[in-house]
């Protein structure tokens, strides 16, 4: 990218609720039914229908506005937006316009260089769904899915102040960490839970900002950086060849990394918001907020620094346990058990829980060994009774479902050897073992000195106490 | 038969006690329904019907405004749009008729979606009024009111957005109440203008409606607009008396536009009030002028929003053989709506579109609240408002059909009422030309205990809600 242009990105996400029904009626949300099979009479319009908000969506939203710093508006109001498509039953989108229930806020945001940003946010507002047009699945004709018509969105739109794809997708990760963090949604973007449109434009620095315009419905964190990418160039080289960019709405193409315009400014449709009036103001109090703010878990943030503050971890720890509440929660419940050992902890969390979940494909929720059975592990080298080495075959038999810690030690006689009697009757049979390598090391050869601990090792089965062998070797000799 | 033809809901119910009143009023809704064009649709009713089972109105015969979903009974709302939708589901209004043990003996015509005052825009022909066949019994309740005044139910259910059941009362010699909004659900009641529509009911006497009043006001956990209030009795409201009753009378409600013998009609009705123990107070609504044009592009606007659902893709109208998806829009709007529906969607799209919103839809919101503000200036010394409830008698039909401006201006006395939410009531009071002359009772928000105190104390000292056409002769006995 020719460095006289500066990008300006502003993201509008849709964050899909977690609730079990609609925002609208009490047909449920569940992904994947067959088409048309979870539609109330109101999600279908049918004549006389009319809309109740769902609680449970508007305390995921306050919820929202307080985590991010934000303020949740007392009265917010439903407005429609009115356009005709066939997906959309009603003929109007019930969505908030003049005055969204979260305005204002912030999400701080680290970039793969470490770089860290802080993203304000313009507001959040209460939307539903629409449904899904099917093109292919008839001859001649386009079928209606209303399934999803009426799910819980919450559009969190960011002001325009991020100036890369780089930021504009680690702001777009932070955002989808701490939404899946506060459980109000499940994250998931290849069910649409998370989507995003992404608005462009770009200017010489300092210049007022450029024409810009909007990609739409883009699922992925990697598709939203090639696009944004794509579309600075675009726009560069067209301002470069002396072109004015045009206002557009336009779609991304994965397959040709392209984007390319669905429609123009010209042909922009006038939604005629106005307040809906099948739904008095949304109207909430202290108390509403109160309640919400009793409900929130510890931020991810405050968590991270928490665990560098207090804890002791580095950084590159404190991130990765605070990536996602289960993992970070799953590490505080053996701090329960362990508070003193919390680097252990971590270096086993990362490390081999990471890995055997990782290989058997579950989710850290599923683990078949679970936060205070890892804990008995690892108190077992905190205590001497096993190495760490052996704790690793013990953690397997235990993923394995062979059972507790202590059990396992205890039927595969994996306890340390600590008493020195017998340890020293290991190094008499080593030096009439190994006479010769015994005479090097006592002339200055210090590299044979590992390759005769390795055999004392393998004359205890592993067991000996590592530190405590080096040492007796040494005096011995 | 003709023995049945009792005018109250008390007559009604002692004759059921022996003879079959269901079966009475369908033979004389048969009967009529070449000359007055009343019903749409006939319900099919089964068994025989008698007062021993349980409820308020067990046994009680009534016509329900074909606005009101009645699941498994085709639903029309005056529109060839629903010509054949058959809807799943009961209003609320319907299912608390039902629960009262009332009978439906069918959908009685109106004006399409409600939008007319003549109910002359009705896709199922015009309806006339039984006190001249020549003549238009209001609308948009129309079909109910003609029911109710040839004595064929006891009570027709309506709805009010602008006046649709105190005016076509007025026109046809009987009672019409509007409750405040908020007091009767609005789920299955098939939407005009949301935020002004109310179920409404006419009947003979003014304490047949608070009899009906109590069983269908109440919260509804569907409406959203709906409100929890303490349970009221309105019948035993009806008998509080009018001594002491402050009785307000605006000049605005006695503008240029009122012919004068109407006016006096109103002011003997007035007169005998204050005989029977009423105080009469001059109070101001200064601009109740603005009510007309206010009422006027709130409405179209909610109702251009509301329609849009008809769009033939999921029930309804749908136009044959479709080009694409804007033919298929454009030509089933085209051939489902009539005239007047598809006036008040242009008129509302254009009010609510860029550039022309604030001038248009915010401003008659302003002038909403201001024309509330004097309503509820002039109910802090006032117990309820009196005035005529229409200018002019029934016309004939086809006079005002090529001018809407002279139909809505006809509005003035009505449509104020539901701008600002309050419950009213026209009663008969006097004949002009041989025809009949409401006089309407407007009362504070939730004052609908004194409205009917009101309104039964007036029916107390006169008979004209007794009189009946002569067109009652005509049905065979």
Known sequence: MSSEWEAVIGLEVHVQLSTRSKIFSGATTAYGAEPNTQVSFVDAALPGTLPVPNRGAIERAIEFGLAVGATVAERSVFARKNYFYPDLPKGYQISQYELPIVSGGSVKARLEDGREIEVALTRAHLEEDAGKSVHDAFHAASGVDLNRAGTPLLEVVSEPVMHSAAEAVAYMKALHRLVRWLGICDGNMQEGSFRCDANVSVRRPGAPLGTRNEIKNVNSFRFVEKAIDYEIERQIRALENGETIVQATRLYDAAANRTRTMRSKEDALDYRYFPDPDLPPLLLDASDLERARARLPELPDARRRRFIEQLGLPEYDADKLTEERAWSDYFESMLQVLPAQAKLCANWVLGELASALNADQIAIEDSRVDASALAALLARIADQTISGKIAKDVFAAMWAGEGTADAIIDARGLRQITDDGALAGAIEALIAQFPEQIAKYRAGDEKIFQFLIGQLMKATRGKANPAQLNQMLRSRL | ?477
């Open chain 2, 1 to 477: 038969m003709s023995a049945l033809r009792f005018a109250d809901i008390a007559g009604w119910r002692a004759a059921a006690a022996d003879q079959d009143p269901i079966a009475a009023a369908r033979t004389m809704a048969e009967a009529a329904q070449p000359a007055l064009n009343a019903l749409i649709t006939p319900a099919v009713v089964t068994g025989p019907h008698t007062a021993t089972a349980g409820g308020a109105l067990a046994g009680i015969p009534y016509a329900h405004k074909d606005l009101f979903c009645t699941a498994g009974l085709r639903t029309t709302a005056g529109s060839r749009m629903l010509d054949g939708f058959v809807p799943p589901y009961d209003a609320t209004v319907s299912a608390r008729l039902d629960q009262a043990g009332a009978v439906c003996i069918g959908k009685a015509n109106m004006d399409e979606f409600a939008m007319g005052s003549s109910n002359e825009n009705s896709a199922f022909g015009a309806v006339r009024n039984p006190w001249d066949l020549q003549r238009v019994p209001g609308g948009s309740s129309g079909g109910s009111a003609a029911l109710v005044a040839a004595g064929i139910v006891p009570f027709a259910t309506g709805s009010d957005t602008g006046g649709s059941v105190r005016q076509p009362a007025a026109f046809c010699g009987v009672t019409g109440f509007k409750p405040s909004y908020g007091r009767i659900s609005r789920y299955g009641m098939i939407a005009f203008a949301s935020s002004l529509d109310q179920a409404g009911v006419i009947a003979r006497h003014a304490r047949d409606c608070a009899e009906v009043l109590n069983c269908l006001a109440g919260f509804d956990p569907r409406d959203a607009t709906s409100v929890e209030r303490p349970a009221e009795d309105f019948v035993a409201a009806c008998d509080r008396g009018v001594r002491g009753l402050r009785i307000g009378i605006a000049r605005e409600l006695y503008s240029a536009g009122i012919r004068s013998e109407i006016a006096d009609c109103t002011r003997a009705a007035l007169a005998e009030l204050e005989r029977a123990g009423a105080l009469l107070v001059d109070i101001e609504l200064p601009r109740l002028q603005l009510s007309v044009p206010a009422y006027y592009v709130i409405a179209p606007a909610e109702a251009s929003s509301n329609l849009a659902r008809y769009d033939g893709v999921r029930y309804g109208h749908r136009a044959e053989a479709a080009r694409d998806l804007n033919d298929l829009y454009a030509r089933s709007r085209s051939e489902g709506f009539g005239t007047e529906v598809k006036r008040r969607i242009l008129v509302g799209t254009f009010v609510l579109s860029a550039g022309y919103y604030d001038a248009y839809y915010l401003r008659a919101q302003q002038v909403r609240r201001l024309i509330a503000e004097d309503f509820a200036r002039a109910f802090a010394g006032v117990d309820v408002i009196a005035g005529p409830t229409t200018p002019d008698v029934a016309f004939r039909i086809g006079e005002k059909a090529d001018d809407p401006l002279a139909m809505y201006a006809a509005d003035i006395n009505t449509v104020a009422v539901n701008l600002a939410g309050l419950p009213a009531i026209s009663v008969p009071c006097g004949f002009v030309d041989g025809l009949p002359v409401g006089l309407q009772l407007i009362g504070p928000a939730w004052g609908e205990a004194s409205l009917f105190a009101a309104a039964h104390g007036y029916q107390q000292i006169s008979d004209w809600h007794f009189r009946t056409p002569q067109f009652g002769a005509g049905v065979p006995s």
